[in-house]
């Protein structure tokens, strides 16, 4: 019988989180996207101000996932969301129960943060991801389309 505990990150973790990111970017076809580091994560999650939150996933002493969620607000419902942002297990750790307990983690910390939504956004070919939030009771929401502006094309608009 496994030992899985989900625990909030501390700055200790950054390595690890790190290690999760790369891995989740391979695993979403995207290796060379991750422009992040071991210093950015301390700052980002660690620093006085935080605004995005992690956990850590252990089978025993052992990290095997992650997630990384930050607060929203629901202008409808006049109160926050708590979004994922990442949501990782090692391969050969899924099946053990492991995501399905960061995500009730997360769905109880919605409910103590008072929270009108628990949201995240998945690959649309990945049907893993897809069939897992389905068993969960999680459904799409296929009427909104995401927008993103990044790099240049951000600066750019910005400075107009």
């Known amino acids: 019988m496994t030992d899985i505990i989900i625990r909030e990150a501390a700055p200790s973790d950054a390595a690890t989180i790190l290690h999760f990111i790369t891995e989740l970017a391979v695993y979403e076809k995207e290796p060379d996207a991750v422009k992040t580091s071991e210093q950015a994560i301390l700052n980002t999650l660690f620093s ?3 605004t995005a939150h992690s956990v850590i996933c252990l089978d025993g002493d052992t990290p095997i996932g992650f997630a990384v969620y930050f607060y929203n607000y629901s202008t409808w419902l006049g109160k926050n969301g708590l979004y994922l942002e990442d949501l990782y297990v090692s391969p050969d750790s899924r099946g053990k129960g492991a ?16 929270c009108g939504r628990f949201e995240w956004v ?39």
């Not at 995501?99 to 008072?114: E, Y």
């Not at 459904?139 to 389309?145: R, Y």
């Open 48 to 50: 006085e101000g935080a």
């Open 122 to 160: 998945i690959l649309d070919w990945n049907q893993p991801a897809i069939d897992f939030y389905n068993s969960m009771g999680a459904l799409p929401q296929n009427e909104w389309i995401i927008y993103r502006l990044t790099g240049q094309a951000l600066i750019d608009f910005a400075n107009k």
């Open 99 to 114: 995501g399905k307990l960061i995500m009730q983690h997360l769905a109880r910390q919605a409910l103590v943060k008072d």
